[in-house]
């Protein structure tokens, strides 16, 4: 359903072959994976003259991926962080700690196409020198973990996991290991603390995980998506992959939409789909008929968009920065006109202050205030003068604190105020005070 002529920058999404999850029956057991040409990537990349670790990172930037866990960095260049190869020991992190709200295409690769996951780990491994991968998975998943160890143990009964696989001399071993449904772990300093058995606090940066990360050596932390990805770059080049979608942020795309739509769910499509499109045509509209309201495109910690700001906007980074909002995970919130706004806010500011890890003062506390006045706003008994305390709040929370957790907290509240205003001073008393009075003391 796109609106006033605009043009996706999907091409013809409709006629999209799926590469991340292929309709292919029992793709997640190691057989049917290798019936597909499954490790045959992995075997070109160890085994031809045409590759060695430069040339696979060289062609990862040349495919313009970018991460999919939702601060969308360029990944080839991220793996051109590491440092030169030395004695010291280096790790990869893949990150499996699904927890945004609103985000739900990881959990898809790894009950579906596991095998695509884990070749892309050796493949990033092999390029960046590492040794052993990380695999951290939200603990919530128990049934998709208990399979992926199952999967992983033939991995190294066929020696494509362990000490010199397929006959070369590369090794590398992948740990899957379990979170313990920490919102906060899914942040990749956070991440490496739990590996380590510490609490998850986040890390001060510099120094970044490339220079310092598990225990003090080199470390590059990656989506499960991103690196799924990574598989079909080496198989099928850089360029067919950056000729998908977006120009600027290119590839396959694993689209989760959710809210007030007829069919939601996990629908794989290129990126630069036009939002209209994907509500209307892919999830089938909005349910029972009723009107659209808002959309949230990235999880639940990016800026929503009012109904009126979609026309025209498609799924990727450059576009949705334009329209006053980010690509984040690609999970789509979508909300009909029957949303209370407020009750909506006051939901995704307790998800947040519950999460918080309590390390920094200004989210600690932040996130806590910004629940306790949206929930008194939502009981009818807010004030006017609560909405500019309310942006108050969130200036002295962005960019004040060690990770962006207090920053994903503040958006929604920001956003949210700011695009709906009417509807919460609708909720609100008059002011005792009047707005705009300073009551600093004098003298």
């Known amino acids: 359903m796109a609106t006033n002529g605009a043009q996706s920058k999907a091409g013809d999404w409709r006629n999209h072959k799926r590469v991340l999850l292929p309709p292919i029956r029992d793709l997640h057991r190691l057989e049917v994976y290798e019936e597909h040409g499954g490790y045959q990537t992995l075997r070109e990349v160890l085994t031809s003259d045409r590759w060695d670790p430069k040339s696979v990172i060289e062609e990862v930037k040349k495919s313009k991926l ?24 280096r790790f990869l992190c893949c990150n499996g700690d699904e927890s945004e709200p609103g985000t739900f295409k990881d959990r898809q690769l790894m009950e579906f196409n596991p095998h695509q996951i884990f070749e892309g780990i050796l493949i990033a491994c092999y390029a960046m020198s590492v040794r052993t991968c990380y695999l951290y998975v939200r603990g919530e998943f128990a049934r998709w973990i208990e399979h992926m160890e199952r999967e992983l143990e033939k991995l190294y009964a066929k020696g494509y996991v362990g000490k010199n696989i397929m006959g070369t001399d590369f090794s590398a071993d992948i740990v899957i290991h ?8 899914g942040e990749e300093s956070s991440l490496m603390e739990s590996v380590e058995g510490k609490r998850a606090y986040p890390r001060i940066k510099p120094p970044f995980p490339a220079q310092r990360g598990l225990w003090g050596y080199p470390t590059t932390i990656n989506n499960v998506e991103t690196l799924a990805n990574v598989p079909l770059i080496l198989r099928n080049g850089g360029e067919w992959f950056a000729s998908i ?39 089938g509209g ?11 495109p990235g999880g639940s910690s990016t800026p929503p968009l009012r109904a009126d700001m979609i026309d025209g906007v498609t799924m990727d980074a450059e576009s949705l920065r334009e329209a006053g ?8 919130l979508v909300l009909d006109e029957d949303t209370d706004m407020v009750s909506w806010l006051r939901r995704v500011a307790h998800f947040y202050a519950h999460e918080s890890c309590g390390q920094c003062t200004p989210c600690r506390e932040g996130t806590g205030w910004l629940e306790n006045i949206l929930t008194r706003i939502e009981e009818g008994e807010g004030r006017l003068r609560d909405l500019d305390l309310l942006l108050d709040l969130c200036d002295q929370m962005e960019g004040r604190t060690v990770c962006a957790l207090a920053d994903a907290a503040a958006w929604p ?22 707005t705009g009075i300073d009551l600093t003391p004098t003298g």
């Open 245 to 283: 979608g977006a120009p600027n942020h290119p590839g396959p795309v694993l689209y989760g939409i959710s809210g007030h739509v007829n069919r939601p769910g996990v629908y794989e499509y290129p990126t630069g789909m036009l939002i209209t499109d994907l509500i209307y045509e892919v999830a």
């Open 178 to 185: 379990k979170g313990a449904g920490a919102y906060i772990c």
């Open 286 to 296: 909005i349910r029972g008929g009723k009107k659209l309201k808002a959309v949230i």
């Open 325 to 332: 909002s980010m690509m984040g995970t690609a999970g789509l």
């Open 66 to 89: 970018r991460g999919r866990g939702g601060a969308g960095f360029p990944t080839g260049l991220k793996w051109s962080f590491m440092p030169p190869v030395d004695d010291r020991p």
């Open 413 to 434: 509240v920001r956003y949210t105020i700011l695009r709906f205003r009417e509807e919460f001073e609708a909720r609100c008393k008059p002011s005792l005070v009047p």
